[in-house]
């Protein structure tokens, strides 16, 4: 048991897939526009890590070394499905924000790098644990990015104006807004690293 809780901590602050392994840093930077996003990105994301870890996991044995890239990223498409078609059917608005960066998790670096370096060596449980860990710690980088951008850019935390007189710095809510955020949040969490805080 203690072990599967350091695969599922590892995932969330030691190899944080954003802040620390500098994976899915593209749908990151797309869809940090709101924290309504950042989560609803999130959640999808985590189910895709978890039933892929967990299937890859399982056919480990019976699929053949060089074909398993192409099995993986099927196991990983039938997982996008199910997830864009759950958030069709009861969150269209939020489908509608997230637009391509949904089917997009297919080709996410972090997913297919966990099935290719950890799933199909390791047990469905461990798996299970990781595809979780790493699903949050995602998650909770896509907040505090959308936290910060929808805020300071636009005066709001999911659509609720906070500060009635407060002047949006625009610029958070454009593309350069998001390279200057997660730069510098990458350059804290490297500072902390680095003193092993």
Avoid: W
């Avoid at 399982?58 to 196991?75: D, G, Q, S, T």
């Avoid at 199910?82 to 997913?111: F, H």
Wanted: proline letters at 4%; one cysteine or more; charged letters at 10%.
């Amino acid at each position: 048991m203690k072990n599967l809780f350091a695969e599922f901590l590892k995932g969330i602050i030691k190899e944080n897939p954003t802040f620390v392994l500098a994976l899915g840093l593209c749908p990151t930077l797309a869809v940090s526009t709101s924290v309504t996003n950042g989560l609803g990105m999130g959640i999808a994301a985590t189910f895709v890590l978890v039933g892929s870890n967990i299937i890859v996991s399982l056919i480990k044995n019976i699929v053949p070394a060089r074909i398993r890239i192409p099995c993986f990223i099927v196991v990983i498409a039938t997982f996008v499905t199910i997830a864009e078609l759950t958030m069709k059917a009861y969150s269209p608005a939020l489908n509608r924000a997230l637009g391509i960066y949904v089917p997009l998790i297919v080709v996410n670096c972090m997913v297919l790098g966990r099935a290719e370096a950890y799933a199909q060596k390791q047990t469905a449980l461990n798996s299970l644990f990781d595809g979780l860990g790493m699903g949050i710690g995602f998650t909770l980088a896509l907040i505090l990015i959308s936290g910060i951008r929808e805020f300071l850019g636009a005066g709001t935390i999911m659509g609720h104006n906070l500060i009635k007189s407060y002047e949006p710095a625009f610029v958070l809510g454009m593309p350069s807004g998001a390279l200057l955020v997660i730069g510098l949040l990458l350059g804290f969490f490297n500072v902390l690293k680095s003193k092993k805080i």
